[in-house]
């Protein structure tokens, strides 16, 4: 009897929905693209996290957002935006709240309008990046990130 009853909860559990059971970890992933000098569209999608954390992107002060919506996806919810950035992201701080306390990662991936893209893993320990002063007007990104 022991070893039927075992072997129904092992079925039961075999048969339950994905979201019946706990979440995979995903990290997060915030994607910039530059189409004009000073102004860029982005792609953010929160991580899954364990610990539960939420994670949200704080943009620089000196941008302004220009537009943001919010779509549903079959990976989650998303969020589609245009970032305008009067001086472009040269010396300004992109960091996640929450991602100190989390035990996740969020991927930070930078398209520039010369064809560049630049990759960056930020987690609890480097939750933000410093994108460093570019060498043309307009470049988000020319070198490697100094930690903020």
Not at 11 to 33: C, D, H, I, K, V
């Amino acid at each position: 009897m022991r070893a039927l009853s075992t072997l129904l909860l092992v079925a039961l559990m075999l048969t339950m929905p994905a979201s019946g059971r706990a979440q995979a970890w995903q990290p997060g992933f915030f994607e910039l693209q530059a189409f004009m000098p000073a102004l860029y569209d982005f792609l953010w999608k929160a991580p899954t996290d364990p610990t539960g954390a939420v994670i949200t992107p704080v943009l620089p002060p000196e941008c302004r957002l220009r537009s943001r919506e919010r779509k549903l996806s079959a990976d989650g919810e998303i969020e589609l935006g245009r970032l305008q950035c009067p001086d472009g992201l040269a010396d300004k701080t992109l960091r996640f709240e929450g991602l100190v306390a989390s035990e996740t990662e969020v991927i930070v991936r930078v398209n520039s309008g010369d064809g560049e893209t630049e990759t960056y893993r930020l987690g609890p320990v480097s939750p933000q990046i410093r994108f460093p002063p570019s060498r043309r007007h307009g470049r988000p990104c020319g070198a490697r990130p100094r930690p903020g």
